[in-house]
C-alpha cells in the first residue's frame, strides 16, 4: 500500500463571483469533495459602479465564502478525512491588491473603512487607473530609464497593482493616512489563515510579484525607491514596506494557525502552501507542459505557457503580460497573456436582451430568471445553424479593454455590418467569432515573437459547456483543442500545489502527472470554416486598426 494513500488536500480557487473548495485524494487526484460559495456583497452589486470601471471586492467575501465552502466540502467526506488533510493552497484572480495596516490587516476590516471602496481589494478588471498605467510606460520608455516592463511585455496595465494602487492614494487621502502597505490577494489568504500579524511577514509569491510588480531579480527586486517617487512622492517609502524576495507555489508558506484550524475543522498540522494566480495553478491542473497553450476561459481568458530557460534565453516577448521565472512550474520561464472579455462579452449581450423582459414582460422572481436564462443557450442553438461570418456582421471583442497583445484599456468593442435583416442570432454569432478572433491575435503574437506552439488545452466553464463557442475558436485558430476533464482546473491545480508544499510529491511536475484529470474531449478544425475565418480575420484586423487609430 503506497505511504500516500488515503491523504487528502485542499484546493481553493477564488474567482470573479465565488471561490470553490475541492478535497482531493492525495495520491491519484481524485475529486473527493467540493463546494461552490458565491461572495454576498459582490453578488448585490455593492462597492462597484461599471460605468466608472470600478469593480471592488470586500475582504469579508473573501473570508466567509472560505470558512462556508471547506466546512461543507468537508461534511460531504468520509468520517475521519479531516484529521487526514494534509496542505491547502490558494489561487485567486490578480491582479487584486488591497492596502494593509502594519499589521497586514486589510483596510476594509477596520471599522472606519468597512463601507469604503478604496479600501478593499481592486479586482483584477477594474480599469480606474488608466492613467497611472500611462504614466508608468512613459516613465520605463523615457530615453535613458530603465525599462521595468521589459518582462511583462513592455506595457504596463491598468488592470495591475502598481498603477491601482497609486490611482486610490491620489484619489482618498483617508486611505494614505493609514495604509502601511499593499498586499496581492493571493499572498492575504495564506497570510490571513497562517496567523501572520505583521505586514513585512506576509510570504510574497513569485507569480503575482513578476507578472504584475515588475519584480525580477536583476534589479533586485522591486523597481528602486528612486524611480517609485518619480513616479509620485505619495509612493515615498513603499518600497522599504514591501518585499524583497519571493517564493515559487511549490514552497510552503505556513502551517496552519490554531484559530483557522478550529474555524475549518482542520489540525494545525495542515501546511499552508504560497498561492498564486488562478490561471497560473489551473494550467498546472490542466496538465500544462511545454509548447502547450492553455486556456482558461471564463469572464475573461487567460493563456498560460511555459518554456525552458534554453528556449527563451535573454529573449523579451511583446506584449503580453509576463515572462517570469518559477511562476507556473519552478525552473521553467511562465508565459502569460490572455483577452479582458470573453464570456463578459457573451454576458454584456444578454444583459441587453433582458432589457425589455426586466422592464415590459410583467415576469418577475423565478419566471424571469428563468427567461432570462434560456436566453444565452438559445442564441447559441440560433447561431449554431448559421455560417461563419453570417450576415456580414462583424465584431471586435474589446468590451473591457485589450489585455494582450500590446493592453490598451482605452480601446471599445465594435460591431459592423449591422442591417436591417440581422438578427440578434447573426448578432450573437459574430460576438463568439470576435472572441475567437482575438484569441488568434494572441497566439499570432507568440509565434512571430519565436515561442513554439504545439497544441492548445481549453478549460474552464464554457470549455466544457459549450461546443459552439469550442468548435469556432479550433476553427479560427486551425488547431485542435483539448478539454480539460473538469471544470475545476485551477481548484485542482491549487490542490497539486498544496501536496507539493505539504511534501507528498518532490516535484510539481510529480503532483501533475499523478493528479490530473486527463481530457474530456478534442475539437478538430473545419477545413471548410478554417478557409472562411482566415479571410474574416483579416478583416477583424482592419477594423481593430480603424478603432485604435480613433482612440489614439
Not at 346 to 373: H, I, M, T
Not at 453 to 472: C, N, Y
Request: some cysteine.
Amino acid at each position: 500500500m503506497s505511504a500516500m494513500e488515503n491523504r487528502y488536500v485542499i484546493g481553493l480557487d477564488y474567482g470573479t463571483d465565488s471561490a470553490r473548495a475541492l478535497v482531493v485524494e492525495v495520491e491519484t487526484g481524485k475529486i473527493v469533495a467540493s463546494s461552490v460559495k458565491y461572495y454576498t456583497r459582490w453578488k448585490q452589486g455593492l462597492y462597484c459602479c461599471a460605468a466608472e470601471n470600478r469593480w471592488r471586492q470586500h475582504p469579508l467575501d473573501y473570508i466567509e465564502v472560505l470558512e462556508a465552502s471547506v466546512k461543507e466540502a468537508l461534511a460531504q467526506c468520509p468520517a475521519g478525512t479531516a484529521e487526514k488533510v494534509i496542505g491547502m493552497s490558494f489561487d485567486t484572480t490578480g491582479s487584486t491588491p488591497a492596502f494593509v495596516d502594519e499589521t497586514g490587516t486589510p483596510l476594509a476590516l477596520k471599522p472606519e473603512f468597512a463601507e469604503n471602496p478604496n479600501a478593499m481589494f481592486v479586482l483584477w478588471k477594474d480599469h480606474t487607473a488608466v492613467k497611472e498605467a500611462a504614466e508608468i510606460n512613459a516613465a520605463c520608455h523615457k530615453e535613458g530609464a530603465v525599462d521595468y516592463t521589459m518582462y511583462e511585455g513592455g506595457i504596463y496595465s491598468s488592470e495591475w497593482w502598481w498603477a491601482k494602487i497609486l490611482h486610490v492614494l491620489r484619489e482618498d487621502a483617508a486611505v494614505r493616512e493609514a495604509a502601511y502597505s499593499v498586499v496581492e490577494h493571493c499572498d492575504w489568504m495564506p497570510a490571513l489563515i497562517t496567523g501572520v500579524t505583521s505586514s513585512k511577514d506576509i510570504v510574497r509569491g513569485r507569480c503575482a510579484a513578476g507578472h504584475k510588480v515588475m519584480w525580477h531579480e536583476s534589479w533586485g527586486g522591486l523597481p528602486p525607491q528612486e524611480f517609485l517617487s518619480e513616479l509620485d512622492p505619495l509612493l515615498d517609502g513603499y518600497r522599504d514596506r514591501l518585499f524583497t524576495d519571493t517564493e515559487t507555489s511549490d514552497k510552503p508558506a505556513d502551517r496552519l494557525s490554531q484559530e483557522w484550524a478550529d474555524r475549518l475543522g482542520l489540525t494545525t498540522d495542515v501546511v499552508v502552501g504560497v498561492s498564486a494566480f488562478d490561471c497560473h495553478m489551473g494550467a498546472v491542473g490542466a496538465n500544462i507542459s511545454e509548447h502547450a497553450f492553455v486556456r482558461i476561459i471564463g469572464t475573461s481568458t487567460c493563456d498560460i505557457m511555459v518554456a525552458s530557460k534554453e528556449e527563451v534565453g535573454d529573449k523579451l516577448i511583446k506584449g503580453i503580460c509576463g515572462q517570469v521565472d518559477g511562476s507556473v512550474i519552478p525552473g521553467m520561464t511562465g508565459l502569460e497573456a490572455g483577452q479582458s472579455a470573453f464570456g463578459d462579452v457573451y454576458a454584456w449581450f444578454r444583459r441587453v436582451l433582458e432589457w425589455p423582459l426586466k422592464n415590459l414582460s410583467g415576469l418577475d422572481g423565478e419566471a424571469l430568471e428563468q427567461a432570462c436564462d434560456r436566453i444565452i443557450p438559445q442564441l447559441t442553438r440560433e447561431a449554431e445553424t448559421l455560417e461563419p461570418g453570417a450576415g456580414a456582421v462583424l465584431a471586435l471583442d474589446w468590451m473591457n479593454g485589450r489585455r494582450t497583445p500590446d493592453a490598451n484599456q482605452l480601446l471599445t468593442g465594435a460591431i459592423t455590418g449591422i442591417t436591417l435583416g440581422t438578427s440578434a442570432p447573426m448578432i450573437f454569432r459574430a460576438l463568439v467569432e470576435a472572441t475567437a478572433y482575438g484569441s488568434r491575435a494572441i497566439v499570432d503574437r507568440f509565434r512571430r515573437e519565436g515561442v513554439r506552439i504545439d497544441s492548445i488545452i481549453g478549460i474552464g466553464g464554457i470549455a466544457l459547456k459549450s461546443p459552439f463557442v469550442m468548435q469556432t475558436l479550433s476553427d479560427v485558430l486551425n488547431m485542435p483543442i483539448k478539454v480539460c476533464n473538469t471544470d475545476q482546473a485551477c481548484a485542482l491545480g491549487a490542490a497539486m500545489f498544496a501536496a507539493t508544499a505539504a511534501g507528498a510529491y518532490p516535484t510539481i511536475e510529480a503532483a501533475r502527472d499523478a493528479m490530473n484529470s486527463g481530457f474530456a474531449h478534442e475539437y478538430q478544425p473545419i477545413p471548410a470554416n478554417v478557409e472562411v475565418y482566415d479571410r474574416l480575420y483579416q478583416k477583424y484586423e482592419v477594423l481593430g486598426r480603424f478603432v485604435e487609430d480613433q482612440v489614439k
